[in-house]
Protein backbone atom coordinates (compact mmCIF):
# COMPACT_ATOMS: atom_id res chain seq x y z
CA UNK A 1 0.00 0.00 0.00
CA UNK A 2 2.94 2.11 0.87
CA UNK A 3 4.93 1.62 -2.42
CA UNK A 4 0.84 2.37 -4.27
CA UNK A 5 1.21 5.23 -2.32
CA UNK A 6 4.38 6.59 -3.74
CA UNK A 7 3.98 5.45 -7.30
CA UNK A 8 0.81 7.38 -6.93
CA UNK A 9 2.41 10.52 -5.84
CA UNK A 10 4.79 10.50 -8.43
CA UNK A 11 2.19 9.56 -11.11
CA UNK A 12 1.41 5.79 -12.19
CA UNK A 13 -1.80 5.11 -11.07
CA UNK A 14 -2.76 1.03 -11.38
CA UNK A 15 -4.84 1.00 -15.08
CA UNK A 16 -8.51 0.43 -13.55
CA UNK A 17 -9.89 -3.41 -13.69
CA UNK A 18 -13.07 -2.34 -13.72
CA UNK A 19 -12.96 -1.10 -17.57
CA UNK A 20 -12.80 -4.20 -19.75
CA UNK A 21 -11.42 -3.49 -22.88
CA UNK A 22 -9.52 -0.49 -22.12
CA UNK A 23 -6.39 0.21 -24.02
CA UNK A 24 -3.35 2.34 -23.21
CA UNK A 25 -0.22 2.83 -25.11
CA UNK A 26 3.00 3.44 -23.23
CA UNK A 27 6.98 3.62 -23.09
CA UNK A 28 8.02 1.04 -20.35
CA UNK A 29 10.18 3.22 -18.12
CA UNK A 30 10.96 0.51 -15.64
CA UNK A 31 9.96 -3.06 -13.80
CA UNK A 32 10.17 -4.61 -10.52
CA UNK A 33 9.40 -7.83 -8.70
CA UNK A 34 5.95 -7.55 -6.79
CA UNK A 35 3.41 -10.20 -4.46
CA UNK A 36 0.26 -9.96 -5.63
CA UNK A 37 -2.27 -11.14 -2.94
CA UNK A 38 -5.69 -13.15 -4.21
CA UNK A 39 -8.44 -11.56 -2.11
CA UNK A 40 -10.87 -14.84 -1.65
CA UNK A 41 -7.68 -17.50 -0.17
CA UNK A 42 -5.09 -15.06 0.53
CA UNK A 43 -2.40 -16.98 -1.42
CA UNK A 44 0.44 -14.94 -2.83
CA UNK A 45 1.65 -14.86 -6.75
CA UNK A 46 4.92 -13.17 -7.34
CA UNK A 47 4.36 -10.74 -10.45
CA UNK A 48 6.37 -8.17 -12.33
CA UNK A 49 5.32 -4.67 -12.07
CA UNK A 50 5.71 -2.72 -15.40
CA UNK A 51 6.38 1.13 -15.27
CA UNK A 52 4.80 2.94 -18.67
CA UNK A 53 4.99 6.92 -20.03
CA UNK A 54 1.90 7.50 -22.37
CA UNK A 55 2.40 9.74 -24.80
CA UNK A 56 0.86 12.47 -23.43
CA UNK A 57 3.41 12.24 -20.30
CA UNK A 58 1.20 10.50 -18.15
CA UNK A 59 2.11 7.43 -16.52
CA UNK A 60 0.56 4.28 -15.80
CA UNK A 61 1.49 0.64 -13.99
CA UNK A 62 0.30 -2.85 -14.76
CA UNK A 63 0.87 -6.13 -12.61
CA UNK A 64 1.62 -9.37 -14.43
CA UNK A 65 1.86 -12.52 -12.13
CA UNK A 66 3.79 -15.56 -13.92
CA UNK A 67 4.85 -18.78 -12.08
CA UNK A 68 8.57 -18.82 -10.66
CA UNK A 69 10.64 -21.98 -11.49
CA UNK A 70 13.66 -23.50 -11.71
CA UNK A 71 15.07 -27.20 -13.01
CA UNK A 72 16.40 -30.43 -11.56
CA UNK A 73 17.94 -33.25 -13.18
CA UNK A 74 17.27 -36.62 -11.84
CA UNK A 75 18.65 -39.81 -11.98
CA UNK A 76 17.69 -41.92 -14.83
CA UNK A 77 14.43 -44.13 -13.98
CA UNK A 78 14.04 -42.09 -10.56
CA UNK A 79 11.60 -39.29 -12.54
CA UNK A 80 8.60 -40.59 -10.99
CA UNK A 81 10.00 -41.21 -7.92
CA UNK A 82 11.18 -37.67 -7.06
CA UNK A 83 7.98 -36.03 -8.50
CA UNK A 84 5.52 -37.75 -6.10
CA UNK A 85 7.84 -37.34 -3.20
CA UNK A 86 8.15 -33.52 -3.92
CA UNK A 87 4.59 -33.23 -4.10
CA UNK A 88 3.84 -34.78 -1.29
CA UNK A 89 6.25 -33.14 0.78
CA UNK A 90 5.65 -29.68 -0.69
CA UNK A 91 2.37 -29.66 -1.36
CA UNK A 92 1.30 -26.12 -0.96
CA UNK A 93 4.75 -24.96 -2.27
CA UNK A 94 5.01 -26.63 -5.68
CA UNK A 95 2.33 -25.46 -8.41
CA UNK A 96 3.28 -27.88 -10.70
CA UNK A 97 6.13 -30.37 -12.12
CA UNK A 98 6.85 -30.37 -15.65
CA UNK A 99 8.58 -33.31 -17.53
CA UNK A 100 11.09 -30.58 -19.60
CA UNK A 101 13.76 -32.10 -22.39
CA UNK A 102 16.35 -29.51 -22.24
CA UNK A 103 19.42 -29.50 -24.41
CA UNK A 104 22.34 -30.02 -21.94
CA UNK A 105 25.93 -28.58 -23.24
CA UNK A 106 27.79 -30.88 -20.73
CA UNK A 107 26.23 -34.12 -22.38
CA UNK A 108 28.83 -35.99 -24.32
CA UNK A 109 27.83 -35.65 -27.90
CA UNK A 110 25.25 -33.00 -27.12
CA UNK A 111 25.67 -31.62 -30.52
CA UNK A 112 24.06 -34.44 -32.20
CA UNK A 113 20.69 -33.17 -31.12
CA UNK A 114 20.82 -35.02 -27.54
CA UNK A 115 18.75 -33.96 -24.60
CA UNK A 116 18.32 -34.70 -21.52
CA UNK A 117 14.72 -34.43 -19.42
CA UNK A 118 14.62 -32.27 -16.75
CA UNK A 119 11.81 -31.69 -14.05
CA UNK A 120 10.55 -27.70 -14.38
CA UNK A 121 9.15 -27.23 -10.59
CA UNK A 122 7.02 -24.19 -10.65
CA UNK A 123 6.02 -21.92 -7.72
CA UNK A 124 3.26 -19.14 -6.80
CA UNK A 125 5.72 -16.97 -5.66
CA UNK A 126 9.45 -16.38 -4.79
CA UNK A 127 9.12 -17.22 -1.08
CA UNK A 128 7.63 -20.67 -1.71
CA UNK A 129 10.62 -20.99 -4.40
CA UNK A 130 13.27 -20.49 -1.72
CA UNK A 131 11.54 -22.88 0.73
CA UNK A 132 11.89 -26.17 -1.86
CA UNK A 133 15.50 -25.04 -2.84
CA UNK A 134 16.39 -24.75 0.85
CA UNK A 135 16.00 -28.41 0.82
CA UNK A 136 17.02 -29.35 -2.39
CA UNK A 137 20.27 -27.59 -3.55
CA UNK A 138 22.37 -28.81 -0.16
CA UNK A 139 21.38 -32.73 -1.10
CA UNK A 140 22.88 -31.48 -5.18
CA UNK A 141 26.08 -30.35 -3.11
CA UNK A 142 26.15 -33.91 -1.42
CA UNK A 143 25.25 -36.07 -4.03
CA UNK A 144 27.96 -34.32 -6.31
CA UNK A 145 30.56 -34.99 -3.50
CA UNK A 146 29.44 -38.31 -3.50
CA UNK A 147 30.13 -39.37 -7.42
CA UNK A 148 33.25 -37.26 -7.03
CA UNK A 149 34.40 -39.56 -4.40
CA UNK A 150 32.90 -42.51 -5.99
CA UNK A 151 34.88 -41.55 -9.59
CA UNK A 152 38.48 -41.07 -7.98
CA UNK A 153 37.83 -44.20 -6.11
CA UNK A 154 36.94 -46.31 -9.03
CA UNK A 155 39.74 -45.07 -10.78
CA UNK A 156 42.60 -45.46 -8.25
CA UNK A 157 41.15 -49.05 -8.37
CA UNK A 158 41.11 -49.17 -11.78
CA UNK A 159 44.92 -48.50 -11.66
CA UNK A 160 45.46 -50.92 -8.68
CA UNK A 161 43.57 -53.80 -10.51
CA UNK A 162 45.79 -52.89 -13.61
CA UNK A 163 49.23 -52.95 -11.48
CA UNK A 164 47.94 -56.18 -10.35
CA UNK A 165 47.46 -57.69 -13.33
CA UNK A 166 45.22 -60.51 -12.61
CA UNK A 167 47.12 -61.45 -9.21
CA UNK A 168 43.98 -61.16 -7.25
CA UNK A 169 40.08 -60.28 -8.98
CA UNK A 170 37.84 -57.67 -7.54
CA UNK A 171 34.14 -59.04 -6.69
CA UNK A 172 31.71 -56.69 -8.67
CA UNK A 173 28.72 -54.97 -7.67
CA UNK A 174 28.08 -53.25 -4.38
CA UNK A 175 24.67 -53.94 -4.10
CA UNK A 176 23.18 -50.71 -4.86
CA UNK A 177 22.23 -50.69 -8.34
CA UNK A 178 24.79 -48.50 -9.84
CA UNK A 179 23.27 -45.74 -7.83
CA UNK A 180 26.11 -43.79 -7.24
CA UNK A 181 26.21 -44.23 -3.46
CA UNK A 182 22.24 -44.02 -2.67
CA UNK A 183 20.88 -44.71 0.98
CA UNK A 184 18.47 -47.18 -0.77
CA UNK A 185 16.28 -46.00 2.34
CA UNK A 186 14.43 -43.93 4.74
CA UNK A 187 12.17 -41.04 4.29
CA UNK A 188 14.27 -39.05 2.40
CA UNK A 189 16.05 -40.93 0.02
CA UNK A 190 14.54 -39.70 -2.59
CA UNK A 191 16.88 -37.17 -2.30
CA UNK A 192 19.73 -39.19 -3.96
CA UNK A 193 18.11 -39.07 -6.80
CA UNK A 194 18.71 -35.55 -7.49
CA UNK A 195 21.51 -35.34 -9.26
CA UNK A 196 21.71 -30.89 -10.34
CA UNK A 197 19.77 -28.03 -9.68
CA UNK A 198 20.04 -25.37 -12.46
CA UNK A 199 18.78 -21.95 -13.48
CA UNK A 200 17.68 -21.25 -9.24
CA UNK A 201 19.50 -18.19 -9.15
CA UNK A 202 18.42 -16.20 -11.82
CA UNK A 203 16.17 -12.73 -10.44
CA UNK A 204 12.23 -13.20 -10.73
CA UNK A 205 11.98 -10.16 -12.85
CA UNK A 206 14.87 -11.35 -15.23
CA UNK A 207 13.37 -14.73 -15.43
CA UNK A 208 10.48 -13.16 -16.80
CA UNK A 209 11.86 -10.61 -18.90
CA UNK A 210 13.73 -13.74 -20.61
CA UNK A 211 10.98 -15.89 -21.06
CA UNK A 212 7.88 -13.04 -22.23
CA UNK A 213 10.48 -11.20 -24.50
CA UNK A 214 9.33 -8.18 -22.32
CA UNK A 215 12.07 -4.79 -21.72
CA UNK A 216 12.35 -1.98 -20.55
CA UNK A 217 12.52 1.52 -23.45
CA UNK A 218 10.14 -0.60 -25.97
CA UNK A 219 6.60 0.49 -26.12
CA UNK A 220 3.45 -1.77 -25.70
CA UNK A 221 -0.16 -1.93 -25.65
CA UNK A 222 -1.94 -2.42 -22.84
CA UNK A 223 -5.38 -4.22 -22.62
CA UNK A 224 -7.31 -4.25 -19.59
CA UNK A 225 -9.13 -7.88 -19.51
CA UNK A 226 -11.74 -7.16 -16.86
CA UNK A 227 -12.42 -9.40 -13.73
CA UNK A 228 -9.18 -11.43 -12.09
CA UNK A 229 -7.32 -11.24 -15.10
CA UNK A 230 -3.58 -9.79 -15.80
CA UNK A 231 -3.70 -6.67 -18.23
CA UNK A 232 -2.42 -8.23 -21.84
CA UNK A 233 0.82 -6.69 -23.19
CA UNK A 234 1.89 -6.59 -26.61
CA UNK A 235 4.16 -4.81 -28.40
CA UNK A 236 3.63 -1.39 -30.08
CA UNK A 237 5.66 -2.40 -33.23
CA UNK A 238 4.54 0.95 -35.13
CA UNK A 239 6.71 3.49 -32.40
CA UNK A 240 10.01 3.13 -32.64
CA UNK A 241 11.82 6.49 -31.13
CA UNK A 242 12.08 6.45 -27.12
CA UNK A 243 9.64 8.21 -24.93
CA UNK A 244 10.34 11.46 -23.79
CA UNK A 245 10.67 10.94 -19.81
CA UNK A 246 11.05 13.90 -17.41
CA UNK A 247 14.85 13.69 -15.98
CA UNK A 248 15.91 15.39 -13.27
CA UNK A 249 19.72 16.02 -11.88
CA UNK A 250 20.73 17.25 -8.75
CA UNK A 251 23.39 18.00 -6.45
CA UNK A 252 23.82 19.24 -2.92
CA UNK A 253 26.41 21.39 -1.49
CA UNK A 254 27.44 20.80 2.40
CA UNK A 255 29.01 22.42 5.18
CA UNK A 256 32.30 21.05 6.41
CA UNK A 257 35.14 21.27 8.74
CA UNK A 258 38.50 22.21 8.09
CA UNK A 259 40.51 19.41 6.49
CA UNK A 260 37.41 17.04 7.27
CA UNK A 261 35.11 15.26 5.21
CA UNK A 262 31.54 16.73 5.80
CA UNK A 263 29.63 14.51 8.05
CA UNK A 264 26.19 13.83 8.14
CA UNK A 265 25.69 13.37 11.45
CA UNK A 266 26.42 17.28 12.28
CA UNK A 267 27.11 19.37 9.32
CA UNK A 268 23.97 20.52 7.44
CA UNK A 269 23.24 20.50 3.38
CA UNK A 270 23.67 24.57 2.62
CA UNK A 271 22.63 24.75 -1.18
CA UNK A 272 20.29 21.93 -3.25
CA UNK A 273 20.65 22.28 -7.05
CA UNK A 274 18.81 20.50 -9.68
CA UNK A 275 17.79 20.69 -13.36
CA UNK A 276 14.84 18.94 -15.10
CA UNK A 277 13.88 19.38 -18.84
CA UNK A 278 16.75 22.52 -19.36
CA UNK A 279 15.09 24.77 -16.13
CA UNK A 280 17.15 25.08 -13.19
CA UNK A 281 16.87 25.26 -9.51
CA UNK A 282 18.66 26.26 -6.33
CA UNK A 283 17.38 26.07 -2.63
CA UNK A 284 19.29 28.47 -0.24
CA UNK A 285 19.60 27.54 3.32
CA UNK A 286 19.25 30.74 4.92
CA UNK A 287 20.71 29.85 7.87
CA UNK A 288 24.55 29.12 6.51
CA UNK A 289 24.42 31.34 3.22
CA UNK A 290 24.72 34.81 4.21
CA UNK A 291 22.37 36.57 1.62
CA UNK A 292 19.22 36.08 -0.25
CA UNK A 293 20.36 35.16 -3.83
CA UNK A 294 18.07 36.14 -6.66
CA UNK A 295 17.28 34.24 -9.87
CA UNK A 296 20.37 34.10 -12.58
CA UNK A 297 21.66 32.16 -15.89
CA UNK A 298 24.21 29.81 -15.40
CA UNK A 299 25.14 29.01 -19.36
CA UNK A 300 28.81 27.09 -19.57
CA UNK A 301 28.26 27.03 -23.42
CA UNK A 302 25.50 28.11 -25.52
CA UNK A 303 24.41 24.35 -26.01
CA UNK A 304 23.93 23.96 -22.65
CA UNK A 305 21.78 26.93 -21.23
CA UNK A 306 21.09 26.90 -17.78
CA UNK A 307 17.80 29.41 -16.47
CA UNK A 308 17.93 29.46 -12.17
CA UNK A 309 14.81 29.83 -10.12
CA UNK A 310 16.32 30.15 -6.54
CA UNK A 311 14.32 29.08 -3.25
CA UNK A 312 15.82 31.47 -0.21
CA UNK A 313 14.32 29.08 2.87
CA UNK A 314 15.01 30.10 6.67
CA UNK A 315 16.87 26.78 7.64
CA UNK A 316 18.02 23.37 6.69
CA UNK A 317 14.88 21.59 8.01
CA UNK A 318 12.63 24.10 5.50
CA UNK A 319 15.70 23.18 2.66
CA UNK A 320 15.13 19.63 2.70
CA UNK A 321 10.99 19.91 2.47
CA UNK A 322 11.34 22.51 -0.48
CA UNK A 323 13.09 19.76 -1.96
CA UNK A 324 10.92 16.78 -1.04
CA UNK A 325 7.60 19.03 -2.38
CA UNK A 326 9.71 20.28 -5.77
CA UNK A 327 10.21 16.88 -6.27
CA UNK A 328 6.60 15.71 -5.99
CA UNK A 329 5.11 18.55 -7.68
CA UNK A 330 7.59 17.89 -10.71
CA UNK A 331 6.96 14.17 -10.92
CA UNK A 332 10.49 12.80 -12.72
CA UNK A 333 11.05 9.81 -14.02
CA UNK A 334 14.22 9.82 -13.97
CA UNK A 335 16.38 11.39 -11.37
CA UNK A 336 20.11 11.92 -12.08
CA UNK A 337 23.06 12.47 -9.86
CA UNK A 338 26.91 11.83 -10.03
CA UNK A 339 27.85 9.85 -7.36
CA UNK A 340 24.66 9.95 -5.32
CA UNK A 341 25.25 6.38 -4.58
CA UNK A 342 27.53 7.42 -2.21
CA UNK A 343 27.37 10.63 -1.02
CA UNK A 344 24.21 12.43 -2.20
CA UNK A 345 20.93 10.66 -1.59
CA UNK A 346 22.99 8.82 1.98
CA UNK A 347 24.14 12.42 3.10
CA UNK A 348 20.30 13.68 2.10
CA UNK A 349 18.69 10.45 4.19
CA UNK A 350 20.60 11.51 7.36
CA UNK A 351 20.05 14.52 7.41
CA UNK A 352 16.18 14.07 7.24
CA UNK A 353 16.12 11.56 9.82
CA UNK A 354 17.24 14.20 11.91
CA UNK A 355 14.31 16.26 11.50
CA UNK A 356 12.13 13.37 11.78
CA UNK A 357 11.98 12.63 7.35
CA UNK A 358 11.97 9.04 5.94
CA UNK A 359 13.50 9.57 2.83
CA UNK A 360 11.11 6.67 1.38
CA UNK A 361 8.68 8.07 2.78
CA UNK A 362 8.75 11.28 1.67
CA UNK A 363 10.35 10.50 -1.64
CA UNK A 364 10.15 6.72 -2.25
CA UNK A 365 14.48 6.41 -2.04
CA UNK A 366 15.93 3.80 0.01
CA UNK A 367 19.33 1.72 -0.30
CA UNK A 368 18.79 -1.30 -2.22
CA UNK A 369 17.56 -4.58 -0.72
CA UNK A 370 20.54 -6.11 -2.01
CA UNK A 371 24.13 -5.56 -2.98
CA UNK A 372 24.20 -4.43 1.49
CA UNK A 373 22.16 -1.81 0.16
CA UNK A 374 25.53 0.01 -1.88
CA UNK A 375 22.21 1.57 -4.22
CA UNK A 376 19.87 4.07 -3.49
CA UNK A 377 16.44 2.83 -5.75
CA UNK A 378 12.94 3.94 -6.27
CA UNK A 379 10.31 1.20 -7.00
CA UNK A 380 8.75 3.83 -9.83
CA UNK A 381 11.90 6.23 -10.84
CA UNK A 382 15.30 5.17 -12.20
CA UNK A 383 18.20 6.41 -10.15
CA UNK A 384 21.05 6.97 -13.03
CA UNK A 385 24.36 7.31 -10.75
CA UNK A 386 26.57 8.61 -13.87
CA UNK A 387 29.63 7.49 -12.42
CA UNK A 388 28.72 4.03 -12.46
CA UNK A 389 28.87 4.99 -16.44
CA UNK A 390 32.09 7.09 -16.40
CA UNK A 391 33.94 3.77 -14.91
CA UNK A 392 32.37 1.60 -17.59
CA UNK A 393 31.68 2.69 -20.42
CA UNK A 394 33.18 6.25 -20.51
CA UNK A 395 37.36 5.36 -21.97
CA UNK A 396 38.23 7.43 -19.45
CA UNK A 397 40.94 6.94 -17.40
CA UNK A 398 41.25 6.20 -13.89
CA UNK A 399 42.37 9.37 -12.32
CA UNK A 400 39.60 11.36 -14.70
CA UNK A 401 36.92 9.87 -12.96
CA UNK A 402 35.94 13.19 -10.83
CA UNK A 403 32.91 15.34 -12.18
CA UNK A 404 34.99 18.00 -13.50
CA UNK A 405 37.50 15.88 -15.55
CA UNK A 406 34.63 14.27 -17.15
CA UNK A 407 33.36 17.67 -17.81
CA UNK A 408 35.98 18.84 -19.54
CA UNK A 409 36.40 15.53 -21.24
CA UNK A 410 32.91 14.99 -23.00
CA UNK A 411 31.24 18.24 -22.52
CA UNK A 412 34.02 20.48 -23.47
CA UNK A 413 34.00 23.07 -21.48
CA UNK A 414 36.20 24.21 -18.16
CA UNK A 415 33.86 23.83 -15.54
CA UNK A 416 33.49 26.68 -12.59
CA UNK A 417 36.33 25.06 -9.38
CA UNK A 418 36.21 26.39 -5.92
CA UNK A 419 38.58 25.06 -3.43
CA UNK A 420 36.90 22.55 -0.78
CA UNK A 421 38.23 24.18 1.62
CA UNK A 422 36.91 27.66 0.96
CA UNK A 423 33.36 26.45 0.33
CA UNK A 424 32.11 27.33 3.97
CA UNK A 425 33.38 30.84 3.76
CA UNK A 426 32.71 31.59 0.41
CA UNK A 427 29.00 31.05 1.83
CA UNK A 428 29.21 33.81 3.96
CA UNK A 429 31.62 36.26 2.08
CA UNK A 430 30.43 35.62 -1.55
CA UNK A 431 27.39 33.77 -1.43
CA UNK A 432 26.83 34.49 -5.32
CA UNK A 433 29.85 32.55 -6.66
CA UNK A 434 29.36 29.63 -4.11
CA UNK A 435 25.65 29.33 -5.57
CA UNK A 436 27.25 29.54 -9.45
CA UNK A 437 29.39 26.60 -7.75
CA UNK A 438 26.54 24.82 -6.54
CA UNK A 439 24.48 25.19 -10.13
CA UNK A 440 27.79 24.21 -12.23
CA UNK A 441 27.90 20.52 -11.01
CA UNK A 442 23.99 20.12 -11.58
CA UNK A 443 23.83 21.90 -15.23
CA UNK A 444 27.02 19.34 -15.69
CA UNK A 445 25.18 16.26 -14.51
CA UNK A 446 22.22 17.13 -16.45
CA UNK A 447 24.06 17.43 -19.69
CA UNK A 448 26.22 14.80 -19.29
CA UNK A 449 23.47 12.49 -18.95
CA UNK A 450 21.51 13.84 -21.97
CA UNK A 451 24.61 13.57 -24.20
CA UNK A 452 25.67 10.17 -23.49
CA UNK A 453 24.22 8.23 -20.60
CA UNK A 454 20.68 7.98 -21.75
CA UNK A 455 20.49 6.87 -24.72
CA UNK A 456 23.33 4.88 -24.27
CA UNK A 457 21.14 3.12 -21.02
CA UNK A 458 18.13 2.53 -22.31
CA UNK A 459 18.91 1.29 -25.50
CA UNK A 460 21.24 -1.31 -23.76
CA UNK A 461 17.77 -1.97 -21.42
CA UNK A 462 15.96 -3.04 -24.71
CA UNK A 463 18.48 -6.26 -25.40
CA UNK A 464 18.96 -6.88 -21.47
CA UNK A 465 15.93 -8.34 -19.79
CA UNK A 466 16.86 -5.76 -16.50
CA UNK A 467 15.76 -2.75 -14.89
CA UNK A 468 17.64 0.43 -16.25
CA UNK A 469 19.10 0.52 -12.77
CA UNK A 470 20.73 -2.77 -13.09
CA UNK A 471 21.94 -2.50 -16.49
CA UNK A 472 23.94 0.90 -14.99
CA UNK A 473 25.45 -0.87 -12.53
CA UNK A 474 25.98 -4.17 -13.29
CA UNK A 475 29.29 -5.53 -14.40
CA UNK A 476 30.09 -6.28 -18.08
CA UNK A 477 30.17 -9.60 -17.55
CA UNK A 478 26.94 -10.06 -15.98
CA UNK A 479 25.44 -8.32 -18.82
CA UNK A 480 26.96 -10.81 -21.73
CA UNK A 481 26.05 -13.67 -19.32
CA UNK A 482 21.98 -12.21 -19.43
CA UNK A 483 22.28 -12.10 -23.08
CA UNK A 484 23.44 -15.31 -23.18
CA UNK A 485 20.79 -16.65 -21.21
CA UNK A 486 18.26 -15.32 -23.81
CA UNK A 487 19.81 -17.10 -26.35
CA UNK A 488 19.77 -19.94 -24.46
CA UNK A 489 16.35 -19.68 -24.04
CA UNK A 490 15.81 -19.04 -27.42
CA UNK A 491 17.70 -22.08 -28.17
CA UNK A 492 16.54 -24.45 -25.32
CA UNK A 493 19.48 -25.00 -23.85
CA UNK A 494 20.00 -25.61 -20.06
CA UNK A 495 21.61 -22.63 -18.80
CA UNK A 496 24.74 -23.95 -16.56
CA UNK A 497 25.69 -23.26 -12.88
CA UNK A 498 27.93 -20.21 -11.93
CA UNK A 499 31.43 -21.12 -11.32
CA UNK A 500 31.77 -20.78 -7.70
CA UNK A 501 35.25 -20.74 -5.77
CA UNK A 502 36.30 -23.72 -3.93
CA UNK A 503 36.71 -22.76 -0.11
CA UNK A 504 39.37 -25.42 0.19
CA UNK A 505 42.23 -24.09 -1.97
CA UNK A 506 45.32 -23.37 -0.83
CA UNK A 507 48.73 -22.59 -2.04
CA UNK A 508 51.86 -24.04 -0.77
CA UNK A 509 49.63 -25.25 2.58
CA UNK A 510 48.32 -21.93 3.60
CA UNK A 511 44.74 -21.71 2.80
CA UNK A 512 43.59 -19.29 -0.03
CA UNK A 513 40.65 -16.60 0.93
CA UNK A 514 40.37 -15.42 -2.81
CA UNK A 515 41.59 -17.14 -5.81
CA UNK A 516 41.73 -13.89 -8.08
CA UNK A 517 43.27 -10.41 -7.24
CA UNK A 518 41.46 -8.21 -4.60
CA UNK A 519 39.11 -5.64 -5.88
CA UNK A 520 39.72 -6.71 -9.72
CA UNK A 521 37.17 -5.62 -12.56
CA UNK A 522 36.30 -6.10 -15.95
CA UNK A 523 36.80 -2.36 -17.53
CA UNK A 524 35.50 -1.59 -21.73
CA UNK A 525 38.60 -1.07 -23.15
CA UNK A 526 38.23 1.00 -26.63
CA UNK A 527 40.24 -1.48 -29.13
CA UNK A 528 38.59 -3.87 -31.21
CA UNK A 529 37.70 -4.58 -35.33
CA UNK A 530 36.09 -1.40 -37.09
CA UNK A 531 33.49 -1.82 -39.66
CA UNK A 532 34.43 0.26 -43.38
CA UNK A 533 31.09 1.41 -43.56
CA UNK A 534 30.71 3.25 -40.34
CA UNK A 535 32.77 6.46 -40.24
CA UNK A 536 35.71 6.22 -37.30
CA UNK A 537 37.76 9.10 -36.66
CA UNK A 538 41.75 8.13 -36.03
CA UNK A 539 44.22 10.20 -34.78
CA UNK A 540 47.15 8.81 -35.46
CA UNK A 541 50.70 9.68 -33.53
CA UNK A 542 53.50 10.44 -36.56
CA UNK A 543 56.62 9.39 -33.86
CA UNK A 544 55.14 6.31 -33.13
CA UNK A 545 54.75 5.63 -37.23
CA UNK A 546 58.57 6.46 -37.49
CA UNK A 547 59.59 4.00 -34.76
CA UNK A 548 57.80 1.20 -36.41
CA UNK A 549 59.91 2.25 -39.30
CA UNK A 550 63.47 2.47 -37.73
CA UNK A 551 62.47 -0.76 -36.45
CA UNK A 552 61.15 -2.61 -39.35
CA UNK A 553 64.63 -4.18 -39.86
CA UNK A 554 64.69 -5.61 -36.33
CA UNK A 555 61.13 -6.57 -36.23
CA UNK A 556 60.63 -8.77 -39.31
CA UNK A 557 64.35 -10.52 -38.40
CA UNK A 558 62.60 -11.53 -34.99
CA UNK A 559 59.41 -13.11 -37.17
CA UNK A 560 61.67 -14.96 -40.11
CA UNK A 561 63.32 -16.45 -37.04
CA UNK A 562 60.29 -16.65 -34.79
CA UNK A 563 59.14 -18.83 -37.89
CA UNK A 564 62.11 -21.20 -38.62
CA UNK A 565 63.06 -19.75 -41.32
CA UNK A 566 66.79 -18.56 -42.10
CA UNK A 567 67.12 -14.96 -43.01
CA UNK A 568 70.16 -15.35 -45.37
CA UNK A 569 67.09 -18.02 -47.52
CA UNK A 570 64.42 -14.89 -48.15
CA UNK A 571 64.58 -14.14 -51.37
CA UNK A 572 61.69 -11.41 -51.34
CA UNK A 573 62.84 -9.61 -48.17
CA UNK A 574 63.26 -6.33 -50.06
CA UNK A 575 60.11 -6.30 -51.91
CA UNK A 576 58.16 -7.44 -48.76
CA UNK A 577 59.70 -4.46 -46.17
CA UNK A 578 59.30 -1.59 -49.39
CA UNK A 579 55.71 -2.88 -48.67
CA UNK A 580 55.32 -2.38 -45.11
CA UNK A 581 57.48 0.91 -45.75
CA UNK A 582 55.20 2.29 -47.97
CA UNK A 583 51.91 2.01 -45.73
CA UNK A 584 53.51 3.27 -42.71
CA UNK A 585 54.62 6.13 -44.47
CA UNK A 586 51.24 7.19 -45.86
CA UNK A 587 49.62 6.86 -41.93
CA UNK A 588 52.73 9.21 -40.80
CA UNK A 589 52.36 11.57 -43.60
CA UNK A 590 48.26 11.60 -42.71
CA UNK A 591 48.16 10.87 -39.29
CA UNK A 592 44.48 12.31 -39.32
CA UNK A 593 41.90 9.37 -40.74
Known amino acids: ?82 DTSLRRKFPAQILDVVYTPKEDLALINHLSGLTKTYLMLSFRNTRDLMEVRKLLLPAVQRN ?8 AYATDLTATNAA ?64 ERAPSLTPCEERKAFGEPRVLAFDIECVKQPLKFPDASVDPVMMISYMMDGVGYLIINREVVSEDIADFDYNPKPDFPGPFSIFNEQNEEMTLRRFFGHLRQLQPHVIVTYNGDNFDWPYIDKRAQHFGMNLKVEVGFAPSTGDNGAYYVSTCMTHIDCIHWVKRDSYLPAGSHGLKAVCRAKLGYDPLEI ?15 MSSYSVSDAVATYYLYMKYVHGFIFSLATVIPMSPDEVLRKGSGTLCESLLMVEAYAANVICPNKQVDDMCASHEGSLLESETYVGGHVECLQTGIYRNDIPVKFKLVPAALQGLIDRLDETLAYQIELDGVELSSVTNYDEVKGQIVEQLEALRDDPNQ
Open 419 to 433: DPEQMTRFAIEQPQL
Open 144 to 151: RAKRDASA
Open 164 to 227: SAGAFSVGGGSGDGGGGGRSGGGAESWLDSVEDIREYDVPYHQRIAIDTGRRVGKWYTVREEGG
Open 1 to 82: AETDRIDAVFGYEQIDKLQEGVERVGWCTNMRTVVLEDEPGGAQRAAVEYYFLAPDGSGFKCAQPQPAYFYIAVAKNHESEV
